[in-house]
Each structure stands twice: as structure tokens, then as C-alpha cells.
């Protein structure tokens, strides 16, 4: 199991307008004890080649959804400039501390059902183990197709219920949940694992393209990782990889899909020079924009909401009275 091991998040929040509870890493070690120190330097490695062989070597505007504490980002380098987004405000501090103050970063505190983005805008995204978190992940994909352009890619990683490990364990009767039928398990609260058929479904559903899939982490294993040296099980895994094209059986699997050309998206793109960032948000409550710059905060001049511009870092959880 994923994400196991480490302070677990600690507050499960509902949205007053009844979106689904988000999983909050506010305050969370997730970082240090899980990637620094937690003994995942094969499955950091295997994500790095997955991220090289499907994100387009260069680009505008890329929309990091879940991006914590920023462990992947360097890995998008080849793009203009790169929005990470994270609810959790600790969690994009310290990327802010990892990646410097920089131009090419935009923090963002949302909730991935309201993203405070114009349609159109971006033309990738990536989500990483952060679908994992959506407790209505169709609902969480449909709000990243819009706010991507036509042909826009995205690269997103599930945690896979379909693994071998769950295949046996069930076999011998040792779970009792199917590996085999559609639907999500929850198996600790807020962390889900998918049916590779499933998120295929969605995506189609949603207009997406899938182009590619790569399996990842097939020797997750605590004895393998022990005995076998990283490079070794990071060269196999990169081989392995490719089987993804054909079965889907290890715990984690990406895949890169395009969203599809639609004749309304046609031509009534949005695509704001990337200087003005003011271009790029709307209010994601009434969906209004452009917002008001108020240099402490955004201002909604349709629902009068304010959203704080605190420290870099654009807060779009909740809207704050002045
Ligand atoms: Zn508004």
C-alpha cells in the first residue's frame, strides 16, 4: 500500500458547497518522512523515467495538479512556466523553499473540484499520485479537461487496484475486495486505488485521447528493495515499463492522453500572454473573470468574493472578509 507510514493527513474537510472532502496535507512531514527518508528512492526514480518518456519536451503553461512540495517539478524544466497547485499552503511553502522564488513558479492553495482557472488555458497538466486522494476522481478529471486546451496533453498516475499482489491476496482469500470489479477501493480513509478500465472509461467520456501507458513499480517489494541494488531495479522497471501498452498489473500506472479538438473549443481558446497573470484565474465560485488585483488580494467584482495573495502564494480555498 501507498502513502502508508508516514503522518497521515489530519483533517478530512468538506466544502460548504457540498464538493467532495479533500484530503489536506496541511502541516504534513509527507516530504521527509515518506520521500527523504522513507526508503523511496526506486519509486522516485521510476516516476522521473515515466515523466521523460510521456511529457512533451517543451511547452507554455503546465498545470502541476498535487504538486506538494514540489518533488517533481524540476522535472518539467523544458516548459515557460508551471503552476503548482496544492491544497495544502504548508505543503507549496515548501516547495516555494526547495525551488526558490522564481518567475517560472506560480503557487496556488485550491481545491482541484474548483480550480480558479479560465477554461483553456493550459496546455499540459500532469497529476501524480494525487487522483489516489479524489473521492469523485470523474469529477476532478472533468474540471482538469477544462481547463486545458484543445490537443492539450495530460499525464496523469492512479494507484492501481488491479495489482498482482491484490490479485493473490484475494485469490487466497486474504481481502475481500475485488480486485477485479470497476469501482474505486477505499482502503484508509481518502486514499483510493483505481481499475485501470475504469480511468480509461472516464477519460473517454471526458473527450480525452489516450495516446500511451506505462506501468510503474513492478518490484515494490520491501525484500526486493532490501536485497537488490536501486539501479538494478530501476533499469528493470524502466524496461518493464513498456508492458503497460498491454496489461496494467503493477501498483502504479501513468498515462499520457490528449484532450480531444471540439468544435465549440475551436478557435474561442483562451490563451492570455503569459506576463499577465491576471489573465489566468477566475473566481471559483461564480466562475467570473477577470478578477480585480488588490495586491493583498483578488477580488471577484461579480460575487464580491476576495481571495488572499499572501507570501506568493495565491489562496483559493476560501474567500476572506476584509
Ligand atoms: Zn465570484
Not at 496533453?153 to 487496484?161: C, S
Not at 480513509?189 to 481499475?195: I, P, R, S, T, V
Not at 480525452?208 to 510503474?216: A, D, Q, R, S
Request: net charge positive; aromatic share 12%; charged share 25%.
Amino acid at each position: 500500500m501507498r502513502r502508508v507510514g508516514y503522518n497521515l493527513p489530519g483533517s478530512f474537510l468538506m466544502d460548504k458547497q457540498n464538493t467532495p472532502p479533500v484530503c489536506d496535507y496541511e502541516g504534513s512531514d509527507y516530504q521527509s518522512s515518506f520521500w527523504d527518508q522513507g526508503g523511496r528512492e526506486y519509486e522516485d526514480r521510476t516516476e522521473a523515467i515515466a515523466i521523460k518518456r510521456l511529457l512533451p519536451k517543451s511547452g507554455r503553461l503546465l498545470l502541476e495538479l498535487g504538486a506538494g512540495a514540489g518533488r517533481n517539478t524540476p522535472r518539467y524544466l523544458g516548459f515557460d512556466r508551471i503552476i503548482l497547485l496544492d491544497y495544502s499552503r504548508t505543503q507549496l511553502e515548501q516547495a516555494r523553499q526547495r525551488l526558490g522564488t522564481s518567475e517560472k513558479y506560480i503557487y496556488v492553495a485550491a481545491d482541484v473540484y474548483r480550480l480558479p482557472f479560465v477554461d483553456g488555458l493550459f496546455d499540459a497538466a500532469t497529476m501524480i499520485r494525487t487522483l489516489h486522494h479524489m473521492a469523485d476522481a470523474p469529477k476532478a478529471l472533468r474540471q482538469v479537461r477544462n481547463v486545458l486546451q484543445s490537443g492539450g496533453t495530460f499525464i496523469l498516475e492512479f494507484a492501481n487496484k488491479l495489482n498482482l499482489k491484490a490479485i493473490l491476496r484475494y485469490i487466497l482469500g486474504r481481502q475481500k475486495w475485488s480486485p477485479f470489479s470497476l469501482e474505486p477501493v477505499e482502503f484508509v480513509k481518502l486514499n483510493f486505488d483505481f481499475h485501470p478500465k475504469a480511468v480509461r472509461n472516464w477519460l473517454k467520456a471526458l473527450g480525452f485521447t489516450i495516446e500511451k501507458t506505462l506501468t510503474l513499480s513492478h518490484f515494490r517489494m520491501g525484500i526486493l528493495k532490501r536485497i537488490v541494488p536501486t539501479n538494478i531495479l530501476v533499469f528493470l522497471d524502466s524496461i518493464f515499463q513498456w508492458t503497460g501498452a498491454l496489461w496494467q498489473l503493477s501498483p502504479s500506472v501513468f498515462v499520457r492522453a490528449s484532450r480531444d479538438e471540439t468544435p465549440s473549443s475551436h478557435g474561442v481558446q483562451t490563451s492570455p500572454a503569459l506576463t499577465n497573470l491576471l489573465l489566468f484565474f477566475k473566481c471559483p465560485d461564480c466562475s467570473y473573470y477577470p478578477l480585480m488585483d488588490a495586491k493583498d488580494y483578488l477580488e471577484c467584482s461579480s460575487c464580491r468574493k476576495r481571495w488572499e495573495v499572501k507570501d506568493g502564494i495565491y489562496d483559493f480555498r476560501e474567500s476572506h472578509a476584509y
